[in-house]
């Protein structure tokens, strides 16, 4: 099977994991985190970096400093993967799903803006945080929210997870990285991701002293050394090893940021003719393509059928996420929207995306595509 995205360990990650078993340093605390943080702060523009042992703690912890909690209301993008939505859960906050905008699949941010001024005349309760999500590598519409946040007072938090090395290139942020401009960005480094740490995640941030708040958070809330604790806090940290791993990895990051852009224009020349639309590319973006994720346009297969095919030649081809609002522990949220990515996940397929993959096997996945089309579906006896 050619797999959807697996890490890419071509650098020095044997090397400094060694270093850290002969040190003796292989758990909370050590030389490898440190340097994690300074090097991923760099590589972001951001003033501070902290660490922590997944994406999914970072954007909880983040969101709580970011004022997520009992009573408070969260506007979150309802197509996205489930840990964006359960970190503000974990805050016991509410959910307001929005809906995707079309051209990028992204939270449709002038949406949420324009709602948000409506809510505001009428006295409805409004968004305490938006948590908005670089979907799959491409970045977020931010102008809406940055003017919700001037006016309103709404602070951002960047669910950058999908998107470490995407930017701007067009409109007031351009040039700036993912996550380098809300109040907090969290990335992750789940072995999935563009670059991994086996298991982790950043929170990166403008502000000294939110950095040294998520600090005390992710580690028990720890005052000091005599066990008194103010507040409850979380065992979040990441162990020198994982970061060894992650400083290995992110001297990778550029070649494999340039290795799946040119993938996505290698499957672009492959699949022309096809009846396969996306993946997004704004001009005012530089996505990552994170994973190469197209829509079936309606042609007489369905993406779940497709994906069946490809996965029956060994193409580890996969569906996009069911909208939050449609999962059950989320159905009752309240909600703006949600038939484009209702769309979006009927139509939307991921293909085999890992940074090494070969021009080969690209060429296996565009014929298994080809192929879908040419044998008969429906009706057939599979
Ligand atoms: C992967 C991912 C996360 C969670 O990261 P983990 O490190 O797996 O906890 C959060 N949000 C999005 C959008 C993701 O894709």
Redesign the pocket.
Same mark, same amino acid.
Do not use: I, Q
């Given at each position: 099977m050619i797999p959807l995205s697996v890490p890419w360990l071509a650098g020095n990650e044997a090397r400094y994991l060694a270093e850290c078993v002969e040190e003796g340093n292989v758990s909370a605390a050590g030389r490898f985190v440190e340097r994690f943080e300074r090097e991923f702060a760099e590589v972001t523009g951001t003033a501070h970096a902290v660490a922590c042992a997944? &994406?999914? $703690?970072a954007?909880h912890v983040a969101l709580r400093l970011a004022g997520a909690g009992p009573g408070r209301l969260v506007a979150v993008p309802t197509f996205?993967?489930i $840990?964006?939505a359960n970190a503000a859960t974990y805050c016991a906050a509410d959910l307001l799903l929005v809906d995707s905008e079309p051209r990028t699949w992204n939270m449709d941010t002038a949406r949420l803006h324009d709602e948000v001024v409506r809510r505001a005349r009428t006295g409805d309760r409004l968004p305490d945080v938006v948590e908005v !999500?670089h !979907?799959l590598g491409h970045p977020a519409d931010m102008e809406p929210l940055l003017a919700l946040k001037d006016r309103f007072e709404i602070p951002i938090v960047e669910?950058a997870?999908?998107a470490l090395g995407a930017s701007w290139s067009g409109g007031p942020l351009a040039g700036r990285s993912v996550g380098s401009v809300g109040r907090f960005g969290c990335f992750?480094?789940?072995g999935n991701?563009i670059i991994t740490s086996g298991?982790? &995640?950043m929170i990166v941030t403008g502000e000294e002293h939110l950095a040294r708040e998520a600090r005390y958070l992710i580690n028990q809330a720890k005052q000091g050394d005599q066990y008194v604790h103010e507040t409850v806090g979380y065992n979040y940290r990441l162990p020198n090893l994982a970061a060894a791993l992650g400083c290995a990895q992110l001297e990778q990051l550029a070649d494999a940021v340039a290795a799946r852009r040119a993938l996505a224009a290698r499957y672009r020349e492959l699949l022309a003719g096809l009846p396969l639309t996306g993946p997004p590319s704004e001009e005012w973006a530089r996505p990552s393509h994170w994973l190469y994720s197209v829509l079936v346009e309606d042609a007489g297969i369905e993406a779940d059928e497709l994906v069946t095919k490809l996965n029956s030649h060994g193409v580890g081809a996969r569906r996009l996420w069911p909208p939050v609002h449609l999962q059950k522990p989320y159905a009752r949220s309240e909600r703006l929207g949600g038939a484009v990515a209702e769309d979006v996940f009927r139509r939307g397929l991921s293909l085999p995306s890992s940074s090494q993959l070969s021009v080969d096997e690209q060429r296996r996945v565009a014929a298994a595509l080809r192929q879908s089309w040419s044998t008969p579906v429906r009706g057939s006896a599979q």
């Open positions: 997944s &994406g999914t $703690a954007l996205t993967f $840990a964006s !999500v !979907v669910d997870a999908e992750s480094f789940n991701k298991a982790g &995640g």
